[in-house]
């Protein structure tokens, strides 16, 4: 693509919830990372509740603000997570400062994560703010949101739906319809359907100056994403390991910031005693990570799905399935496509993971079966983003 002198000083704002959990902040760092290297002069600043986004490399022209954060219970309410104070007066905070911040900052174009309208409606003002202003707003989902009935629920209790045809005027699906249609059941008006555009998934690259991992051999990687959720499958490569002899390939576990330390500490003990495994709390260069490793073990999240397509990865998939069935769906057609293999939750035992790591060398690799236009995800949103720039310049005109 020829780089359009017109993105010069042009500023993209991107909004992202982030409770616990690093999918979202790494969808909107790899965008904005990919913004800035392909145009000279355009700034990106990422809105972020993520409690680890400090621990992040950025590149030059993109930057963070930190909202308080908050986490969410099990009985899926929120709460705050640093500050002692209720949770009403911790969103009126992050509220005014997404606000303010967009005031001042006074962006080209407002990128809203997943959420139509922030974590419990925190952007609807600056949504109708940019709207005023002639700023072009765009809501950014992943392939797979969730199973439709549930999801509809969810919308509905929010209101979104009318946020979808009043307040944006894009909706960018990071995935392919042929993979997915995620917004399938809703009964959506022909009009958010004439603005949504099916991108493709976002293809990640390594960074240049990536320090490979202290292991020489071949070796598998296990991630469990943030780690919060993940400690049941980490346990079960474990287990497979101890009654399988066979299994010789070296293993790097990346336990995730969230997971426990109670759970850390267990897996770091118990890795002391098996001369294959390598354990890490937490690695902020994990594209490195998954180029050098031989296959992976994962709960296939969006972001890794698209680092096991980028990379090529051969791969197995231990789905989450609560309390969002997003994982399973996405595993179960990864699977029908011969993209990856997965564990059925029914199968979730050592016995039945030992054969799917022996054959993971010999599994298909992803690109032998990918769908036309299957990782041009970055590509359309760098197409997407000069478009709706134009349409501004157009319309101040």
Not at 225 to 245: C, H, I, N, P
Not at 294 to 305: E, I, K, P, S
Request: glycine share 8%; net charge negative.
């Amino acid at each position: 693509m020829t780089e359009p002198t017109r993105l010069d000083n042009a500023r993209v704002l991107i909004y992202s919830h982030d409770t616990f959990g690093l999918g979202h902040l790494r969808r909107c760092r790899a965008i904005a990372h990919e913004l800035v290297g392909r145009y000279k002069g355009i700034s990106v600043l990422i809105l972020s509740g993520s409690p680890v986004i400090g621990s992040f490399e950025f590149r030059a022209r993109v930057d963070f603000v930190r909202i308080p954060g908050v986490i969410k219970l099990k009985d899926g309410r929120y709460t705050s997570l640093g500050l002692h104070i209720n949770l009403d007066q911790t969103m009126a905070i992050r509220e005014a400062i997404i606000l303010k911040t967009a005031e001042v900052f006074d962006p080209d174009l407002f990128i809203v994560d997943k959420e139509p309208l922030g974590l419990e409606g925190e952007v609807r003002e600056t949504l109708k703010m940019l709207q005023t202003k002639g700023v072009k707003t765009v809501l950014g989902e992943r392939d797979i949101i969730d199973e439709s009935r549930s999801l509809q629920r969810e919308w509905g209790m929010k209101a979104a739906l009318p946020a979808l045809k009043d307040l944006y005027d894009e909706i960018w699906v990071y995935g392919l319809k042929s993979f997915y249609e995620p917004f399938q059941g809703l009964g959506l008006e022909s009009d958010i359907y004439d603005k949504t555009f099916f991108t493709g998934y976002l293809k990640r690259s390594s960074i240049d100056d990536c320090v490979k991992p202290d292991i020489e051999e071949p070796y598998i990687l296990v991630t469990p994403g943030g780690g919060k959720d993940g400690e049941e499958m980490v346990e079960l490569v474990f287990e497979a390991y101890q009654k399988s002899k066979e299994l010789s390939t070296a293993v790097i576990f990346i336990l995730g910031p969230f997971m426990s330390e109670d759970k850390r500490e267990y897996f770091k003990l118990l890795a002391e005693s098996i001369d294959l495994f390598t354990v890490f709390d937490y690695h902020n260069r994990m594209e490195s990570l998954i180029e050098n490793a031989q296959g992976l073990v994962t709960m296939g999240g969006y972001n890794t799905f698209c680092e096991i397509l980028s990379f090529n990865k051969p791969t197995i998939i231990i789905p989450r399935f609560e309390p969002r069935t997003e994982q399973l769906i996405r595993a179960r057609r990864a699977t029908e496509l011969s993209l990856v293999t997965m564990l059925e939750p029914e199968n979730f035992n050592s016995e039945s993971l030992i054969p799917l790591i022996k054959g993971l060398s010999s599994q298909p690799k992803p690109h032998d079966n990918l769908l036309p236009g299957m990782l041009d995800g970055m590509d359309q949103v760098c197409e997407r983003v000069v478009a709706l720039m134009i349409s501004t310049v157009q319309d101040a005109s």
